[in-house]
């Protein structure tokens, strides 16, 4: 269980915008579950269609569609929640009754309790999955449903409609049941937000004790370290306090959904938190041989929430840096106003198109460019941003061009 927690993160670096057969879905998949094929079908008002395929099959071809009865319609809107039975309707249904696979777990790919998709996977080996193995499965679907649900919006909106229209949901329980959903849906928002806590701890208190022996080893207290060793000795540095970085974004995420994120203010000089958050990062800059200035004419005090503030600049600056090429400088600008004090933070790197300045808050979005391919992010960092300073009544911005560098500046009230 331990390593399905560890792996659980690198879900949300699957961008199917730039993968349209749908492969990094499976190559994510198989870090965290065996299977020798997969399959993601999805739901229209019609019928079942192949829409992703791990192996590709000689009479089992990609946009295969697979006609359904009504009676098999109202299992999958079923309220127990009850799949077409994995061993008998289902795979018939979709012809995988007649190929050699022993062992086979699906789960449901829905959103707000509307099903429009299913994943499968399929083992050689009889009995091979166990009960853990499909409940990895379901919480993998959870985080895929939404990865997933922005490419088939309309056919969810779709299959919603034909489901109320063709009785498939009783008109006449409409409002019971969507009473009952939401209901559901604040138990799973619990629930999930709970998982996705249990998962921060246990993972953060390792990651912790890494980095700070990392961080003792470094000093060569214990010891001299020869040239390598103090290479790699910063590499752990670098790829834990980024790892880190992912987990508490999706920690803060489940927060911020729940509101349950507040603000505690009080007085601080602002080059505390500057100094802090260049400290950190260091090993992340000096990694791309990055110089990191922070400037200002006078420090002051503001009066904020220090943890929050702090952890605006650190993911400004991670960002900056991640998206800056090597040999390069990250400029951190901070000013005090009358009524508001200001944060610049500033690189040289690859710029951002202004048609996706808008875009670029909102949740799990990641541009596509040749330095974004290099790294890891959960595509969460800027949305935690603007809500952390929104908490404050304040507001970020954006200035940018393609290869021109980006500015983000915070304004926060005082």
Do not use: W
């Not at 198989?30 to 739901?43: K, M, P, T, V």
């Not at 022993?102 to 050689?124: C, H, Q």
């Not at 729940?258 to 007085?267: D, F, P």
């Not at 202004?354 to 974004?372: C, E, M, N, R, W």
């Amino acid at each position: 269980m331990v390593d399905f927690v560890e792996k659980i993160p690198s879900l949300f670096e699957i961008n199917l915008n730039s993968d349209k057969s749908g492969q990094t879905v499976f190559e994510k998949l198989s870090s965290i579950l065996e299977f020798d094929e997969g399959f993601i079908y999805f739901l229209n008002p019609e019928s079942l269609q192949l829409k992703y395929t791990y192996k590709t099959h000689a009479n089992y071809k990609i946009d295969t569609e697979f006609p359904f009865s009504n009676s098999d319609k109202k299992k999958l809107f079923d309220k127990s929640g009850e799949i077409i039975s994995q061993e008998d309707r289902f795979l018939k249904l979709v012809g995988l009754d007649k190929l050699s696979k022993k062992s086979y777990i699906l789960a449901k790919i829905s959103i707000k309790s509307t099903v429009f998709g299913i994943i499968l996977l399929a083992k050689k080996e009889h009995n091979f999955y166990s009960a853990e193995d499909l409940k990895n499965l379901e919480v993998a679907a959870c985080i895929l449903s939404y990865i997933l649900k922005d490419m088939e919006l309309s056919n969810v909106f779709k299959i919603q409609l034909k489901a109320l229209k063709d009785g498939i949901v009783e008109k006449h329980e409409a409002y019971k049941t969507i009473k009952e959903q939401n209901e559901r849906i604040l138990e799973a928002d619990k629930v999930k937000n709970e998982f996705l806590a249990n998962i921060s701890h246990e993972l953060r208190t390792p990651l912790n004790s890494i980095l700070g022996f990392s961080e003792i080893l470094g000093t060569q207290i214990y010891g001299n370290l020869n040239e390598k060793q103090e290479e790699y000795i910063n590499d752990i540095k670098v790829s834990a306090t980024h790892l880190l970085g992912m987990i508490n974004e999706i920690l803060d995420m489940s927060k911020i959904e729940a509101h349950a994120m507040k603000i505690v203010k009080s007085t601080f000089p602002i080059s505390r938190a500057i100094t802090e958050v260049c400290n950190i990062l260091l090993p992340l800059a000096q990694k791309k041989n990055i110089k990191l200035d922070a400037q200002m004419q006078f420090d002051f005090e503001v009066f904020a929430d220090y943890q929050k503030i702090q952890q605006i600049l650190y993911n400004l600056v991670s960002n900056a840096i991640k998206y800056s090429p090597e040999n390069n400088q990250v400029d951190i600008a901070v000013m005090s106003g009358e009524n508001s004090f200001r944060i610049a933070v500033h690189d040289n790197g690859i710029g951002i198109d202004p048609k996706y300045h808008g875009k670029i808050f909102a949740k799990f979005v990641q541009l596509d460019s040749a330095y974004t391919k290099k790294e890891s992010s959960t595509g969460l960092g800027l949305t935690i941003t603007k809500e952390l300073v929104e908490l404050h009544d304040g507001k970020i911005s954006l200035i940018s061009e393609i290869n021109n560098g980006s500015t983000f500046i915070v304004e926060i009230p005082q």
